[in-house]
């Protein structure tokens, strides 16, 4: 763990310091000083590390090959997260939480769900968070369980998939979004511990449509999770797997603290839940302008992400040993009893390099794994613990850590980085407004946390439910409700979530539930006009006309026009690329130009061919003599596509387009004639996103302003 190595490279330099360790789980603290009233000690002498007595001091070589030592180690795990990612599963990088909430909105995401993604993953999650990076484990929880699920529905992935019967009942896309809905809630249960959470989670955050069935099986997934993890726990008990487990399902128990409302406590909460929206917001604001620099590093190639990493990795190293001797040490209050000081592996009051007697508030933060930071912040009775200008620091360090640590190529989420900074200004807005303050300080840092998440992710419903689960108390969940809309407003205000942002950076067509007020002056006719002209295949066509098609385009679907009798010209249907390409691959040739038998189609494919989706048009070698023969296209082709007609509005066709979980959606002109074609154009999710029209039609920008 990060903070073994901190302890070994101190014993290296000779000196007798304690240190936390990191990687560990924190165990429930003395019942005697969770309900101590905060209590400042009588004297408060504040020493530097530097003025610790003779004999606790070190020789100032001996910082600099701990500080090696610690952060050649970082580096090592850093550098094997990041070579996993930008070798093997590029994909695996970042929470994979957009990109999940992406492909259940209807999004093509290729490369998320297979097994080098699960793999990297789970491994590369591992090498990051035990390198000391400012990030959690929990996006990557969310996306393991995703892809398990989507590997569990398709028997695996590639060549070694099963080819079980029963699983071709899964092979649909409907059962697939189905079960990676699953997937995710089970990670979000699995990370927080938190089954209801999950499902809230699902229902609020990624899932675009839902429906009773989906509730349940979400329900009974989590709750298979909670159960397997609570037999772990209790297979784990004493210390057999380490501190796993220790304090049962409750992260942060904060459940024996009564809760009293008075009315000097509505100023300071309002103020956490403003603060909440408006840092969560600059946040979003800041972080969007990092990765979109990352982003021009990134494109560099594999050498620049992974430098790019291992300078983060750097960076964090040096932070984090470097600013706990920014602060004074603290003496120990006599009310702590043996417990401070702390010498074992975890605990509330580290020694760090201070005098016997003394320890480091700063480092019981810095030098402790999220969730270990997480339970001492979140500690109740401790109002004179937690030094002001300790938390500030803190605060500082975390963002800017934060900030430059997502979005390299490692795994990484975003959950406990922004609880730990919440609940940092949380305690400092106790601190500040300790007059008015009635709520303990710990529970102060619960809703910082819970203020600062809602303002940059813009949850409110799973993310209450979450904490109620996280804390256990009950009587947090009114003003945490109070506390969650503020900062969802104050957020809203500003820009969008910070999911919504990496959708967009990432460029994934994401479709949202309410179309933009504009779109209702601008028909489907006119934005398909603005288009290349639709590629329209025949129902009979040549193969050269179909491989001239596939390779002159990369569209997922052909309109497919008839013509029953001279001069006349109808739409017959849409076929998909992937049928085109089976019916190449499985040279479905004619030499005349004829329509075949439906007996023929059924003898020539099967369900399972139809369904692969995987090759295309250039692994294909087709000969001269075949590029001049047929291939009949109307037993490949869905007779009854979606289709508007030109004068509906875009508002209304974003709308249909996102009910119905469309692909595709053909145009028909208002008047049918012989010289009228059949067909206007065709529209993607792509033509429908905001931005993209209004790049096609600017005027439509001061439109957007005034609405």
Not at 556 to 569: E, I, Q, W, Y
Not at 611 to 633: N, Q
């Amino acid at each position: 763990s990060v903070q073994a190595r901190l302890e070994e490279a101190i014993e290296r330099g000779g000196a007798a310091v304690h240190l936390p360790q990191v990687g560990h789980g924190v165990p429930r603290r003395p019942p005697h000083r969770r309900h101590r009233v905060a209590h400042q000690p009588r004297h408060r002498e504040h020493l530097r590390p530097q003025d610790a007595p003779h004999g606790a001091a070190r020789p100032q070589e001996k910082y600099w090959a701990g500080f090696l030592y610690f952060a050649g180690v970082n580096f090592g795990l850093t550098f094997i997260a990041a070579m996993l990612c930008v070798v093997f599963a590029p994909t695996a990088a970042g929470p994979g939480i957009p990109e999940i909430k992406a492909y259940l909105n209807g999004v093509d995401t290729p490369n998320m769900f297979g097994a080098p993604q699960l793999i990297v993953k789970i491994i590369g999650s591992i090498c990051a968070v035990s390198s000391g990076l400012d990030l959690g484990k929990e996006g990557p929880l969310v996306h393991i369980g995703a892809c398990l699920a989507n590997l569990l529905s398709q028997g695996g992935s590639g060549r070694h998939r099963l080819r079980l019967r029963w699983l071709r009942y899964f092979d649909n896309d409907r059962d697939r979004r189905d079960l990676i809905t699953c997937g995710a809630s089970s990670g979000v249960c699995a990370a927080f511990r938190a089954p209801v959470g999950g499902v809230l989670f699902a229902l609020e955050e990624v899932a675009t449509w839902w429906r009773s069935a989906l509730l349940w099986r979400t329900f009974f997934s989590t709750a298979t999770v909670v159960v397997v993890l609570r037999g772990f726990i209790e297979v784990c008990r004493n210390g057999r797997c380490g501190l796993f487990g220790e304090g049962g399902l409750i992260l942060f128990d904060v459940g024996d603290v009564a809760v009293r409302y008075h009315a000097g406590d509505l100023l300071p909460v309002t103020i956490v839940g403003v603060l909440g929206g408006v840092l969560g917001a600059l946040y979003n604001h800041v972080l969007h302008k990092v990765l979109r620099v990352y982003n021009l590093i990134n494109e560099k190639g594999r050498a620049a992400k992974l430098a790019l990493a291992l300078a983060v990795c750097a960076l964090t190293s040096a932070l984090l040993y470097v600013t706990p001797f920014a602060v004074p040490c603290t003496p120990c209050d006599p009310a702590f009893g043996g417990a401070c000081p702390t010498l074992g592996k975890s605990g509330n009051f580290k020694r760090f390099n201070c005098p016997e007697g003394h320890y480091n508030d700063l480092a019981t933060l810095l030098h402790a794994t999220n969730v270990d930071a997480t339970r001492n912040i979140f500690s109740t009775g401790t109002a004179g613990e937690f030094r002001l200008d300790s938390l500030l620091i803190f605060f500082a360090v975390y963002c800017v850590l934060g900030l430059f640590t997502f979005g390299i190529a490692v795994p990484s989420g975003l959950f406990l980085p922004i609880i730990l900074m919440g609940s940092a200004y949380g305690r400092v807005t106790a601190l500040v407004l300790s007059r008015f303050a009635r709520i303990d300080h710990g529970l102060y840092a619960v809703l910082g946390a819970a203020a600062l998440m809602s303002g940059s992710m813009r949850m409110t419903v799973s993310l209450v439910v979450i904490f109620l689960e996280l804390t256990n108390n009950l009587l947090l969940l009114p003003i945490t409700m109070f506390v969650l809309l503020i900062a969802k407003t104050v957020g809203d205000a500003f820009n969008p979530s910070i999911y919504e942002i990496i959708l967009d950076l990432k460029g994934l067509p994401f479709l949202e539930a309410k179309p933009e007020p504009w779109m209702k002056d601008l028909t489907v006719g006119e934005l398909a006009a603005a288009k290349p002209r639709a590629v329209a295949l025949q129902v009979v066509e040549r193969v050269s006309t179909v491989v001239e098609a596939l390779r002159a385009t990369r569209h997922n679907g052909f309109p497919v026009l008839d013509r029953p009798r001279p001069g006349v010209s109808e739409l017959h249907g849409l076929v998909l690329r992937s049928h085109l390409v089976a019916a190449l691959r499985k040279r479905w040739f004619l030499p005349e130009r004829r329509r075949t038998e439906e007996w023929e189609a059924r003898e020539m494919f099967s369900s399972a061919e139809l369904a692969d989706k995987c090759g295309g048009v250039d692994e294909l070698e087709i000969s001269p003599e075949e590029m001049g023969m047929y291939v009949d296209l109307h037993p490949l082709t869905n007779t009854t596509p979606y289709t508007v007609v030109e004068t509906m509005s875009v508002a209304k066709a974003v709308v249909l387009f996102r009910s119905v979980a469309l692909r595709h959606m053909l145009i028909m002109p208002k008047f049918q004639g012989p010289e009228i074609s059949p067909i206007v154009g065709i529209l993607t999710r792509q033509d429908l996103i905001a931005h993209n029209i209004l790049g096609a039609f600017p005027h439509l920008a001061s439109k957007r302003k005034t609405h």
